[in-house]
């Protein structure tokens, strides 16, 4: 595991990376003036009627027939929300502050956006990942948070069976340096996560297939289940375990479903209603 001295080099680079992101998408949003149209599908929020079972696929997605397709151009077809701002995460855990809760939804956010606008978030052995045509914003979520709470106070080093996660996804890194801070373990995880697309690469037409499965440790399960088109909430959780970290991640619907697409292929927002996305390349809902 990465000594201290390593980490905090990595958390600076990710820092600094993902905070230069998040400047250059709110100066976007305020100057962003193209259109998109589309129609969306509705999920309804796991707060009140969570339930396990595959979400839709991609609206308008064929079925995939081969491993790769050409990623379509990234032309940026963004507005700017016509939509107050959503209200901060406020959960009423003592485990977890809000200041973390929002490092986590913030950095969710940032990542898919960087997804969505295809310009940035290299795929190994297939170049810079496609634009999206859809991909929703992030709501944080008390509910999947008290799951992840659920996960992590157990200090287990696996994730959760299915049956025990109401409905979620979920995602799990163990982080062995207990001497970190709790925002620490939090952004080195959600940097693991994500990674594996940059290290072991996703097809161009972004088609879960069943081989995703059995990959082994090159899989990119924990990005797909971030990266998903449609995942509209999280809730995470960490714990001091005493020699570890644990820190988790619970998603809904959460994707990673075999024979459909992480996301549709497309110019940015184009599948976006007009008015609803936002300077980051992600679509506003409910």
Known sequence: MTGIGGVSLILFALFGALQAQAQQQTTASSTGTATASSSVTTTTSPSSSATSGSPTAAPGVPTATSGATTAAPAETTTTVS???????????????????????????????????????????????????????????????????????????????????????????FIFNSPQVTQQQA???????????????????????????????????????????????????????????????????????????YVYQVGAVCSGCPRGQCDGQALCRWG
Not at 234 to 250: E, L
């Open 82 to 172: 016509t939509r107050k701002p959503w209200p901060k995460p406020n959960c009423g855990n003592p485990s977890l502050n809000n200041g973390l809760r929002n490092i986590f939804l913030h950095y969710h956010n940032i990542l898919r956006g960087s997804l969505a606008r295809g310009q940035t978030e290299t795929s190994y052995g297939w170049g810079i990942a496609p634009p999206a045509a859809l991909m929703y914003r992030m709501k944080y979520d008390c509910n999947a948070e008290s799951y992840a709470q659920q996960a992590v106070n157990t200090c287990r080093r696996t994730e959760m069976p299915a049956y025990a996660l109401g409905g979620h996804k979920q995602n799990l």
């Open 186 to 260: 939090a952004l080195y995880a959600i940097k693991q996560w994500w990674s594996q697309l940059a290290r072991f690469g996703m097809r161009s037409n972004m088609m879960f297939y069943q081989s995703e499965y059995h990959r082994g440790a090159r899989n990119v399960l924990n990005w797909a289940k971030m990266a998903w088109w449609n995942t509209r909430y999280v809730g995470c959780a960490v714990k001091n375990c005493g020699s570890f970290y644990a820190v988790s991640c619970m998603y809904y619907p959460g994707g990673a479903n075999v024979n459909q």
